[in-house]
């Protein structure tokens, strides 16, 4: 067994009952106040989106300088680090959102609620995912084994369809198996009802589009929890600061997905920076497999960690930015010699 240890043990939490019992009555307390917020559908401003944004961000903040000071600086950066890998994860799954509230022509009046519904159903399935992820980490050394193969298949996954220039493509509704599975059992009405999910027709109960488009979110929800939670456990195995990191990560989407969404389009490079560090966080967890069998393996440390997810995020947003300007200009100069050689008369 070699004498460092990289990724805490499963049964090391700093997770009392009590802390957990404030942090689950928080989430459902924050949610609440998101449907509130969300219960007169609307349009939402920059300026609602915006306050929202910083109000998410702070929270996560705060709560690290609390782990930071109670806990210690390895255990406050190892949240960190694992905050900022699940944020990352979570702006890739408001690509997908996007092209499904596209594809569903969900109203702007409605979006807002779509998100908030995608925002629960992912923290449940993560918190189901993060349980079975403890008990079995805690009972079985190789599943940090399967956990880095998963990560770097997955990052290898999303390198190939960037290099290949496979950009997503906005789905058909019509053609999603979840989509055709619902209209055999209920009829599907035209048109959005407001914030029903159903509604009496022709003396049937009938589905909404909203009820569709809820039912494909969760279905992605399922996807990137498989992603998502065996990456965080490679930065941390305390299943207490796996949850945080996840719900933190998650409560914000909803007003984060309406500040960025034009620059959604803009970070043309984030699948190459996602796949380097679900790559990195395999290579750290299958290190730290084969240090409880082996002497003398290295490990990678959490401050390495949080240098290289930062590092890797900037240099993809920085390289990002210029690709498109670069693309905006050449379309710009392009624009202006097909215009010069308009015949006059």
């Avoid at 979006?111 to 992912?122: E, K, S, T, Y």
């Amino acid at each position: 067994m070699a004498a460092t240890e990289t990724v805490a043990t499963g049964l090391d939490s700093i997770g009392t009952p009590t802390l957990w019992a404030l942090t689950i009555a928080a989430v459902l307390g924050l949610l609440a106040l998101d449907f509130l917020a969300t219960r007169k559908p609307h349009e939402v401003s920059m300026r609602e989106a915006a306050l929202w944004s910083l109000f998410y961000i702070s929270l996560p903040v705060a709560f690290g300088v609390w782990v930071l000071k109670a806990h210690g600086s390895e255990i406050g950066v190892g949240y960190y680090t694992g905050y900022i890998v699940e944020k990352s994860l979570s702006v890739d799954n408001l690509f997908v959102f996007m092209l499904l509230l596209s594809a569903f022509a969900v109203p702007k009046a409605l979006q807002q609620r779509v998100l908030l519904f995608g925002i629960i159903g992912a923290l449940v399935l993560r918190g189901i995912f993060i349980a079975l992820g403890a008990a079995a980490l805690s009972a079985f050394t190789f599943v940090f084994l399967i956990f880095g193969v998963i990560l770097l298949a997955t990052g290898a996954k999303l390198l190939k369809d960037a290099l290949s220039g496979e950009a997503e493509e906005e789905p058909d509704p019509n053609d999603m198996r979840v989509v055709k599975v619902l209209r055999r059992f209920w009829p599907v009405t035209e048109d959005y009802r407001g914030t029903r999910m159903t509604v009496k027709q022709a003396g049937r109960r009938a589905l909404t589009p909203l009820a569709l488009v809820t039912v494909a979110v969760f279905m992605t929800d399922i996807v990137f929890a498989v992603d998502s939670v065996p990456a965080v456990y490679g930065i941390t195995a305390d299943p207490y600061l796996v949850f945080a990191t996840n719900a933190f990560a998650l409560l914000g989407l909803r007003a984060l997905y309406f500040v960025i969404e034009g620059l959604l389009a803009k970070l043309v490079h984030l699948s190459y920076g996602l796949s380097v560090i679900l790559g990195f966080i395999g290579v750290k967890l299958v290190l730290h497999w084969a240090q409880t069998q082996w002497d003398g393996v290295p490990g990678i440390g959490n401050r390495t960690s949080l240098a290289v997810v930062v590092g890797v995020l900037a240099v993809t947003t920085v390289t990002s930015l210029i690709a498109v300007r670069r693309e905006e200009r050449a379309a710009a100069q392009a624009g202006a010699t097909d215009g010069d050689e308009l015949p006059t008369h």
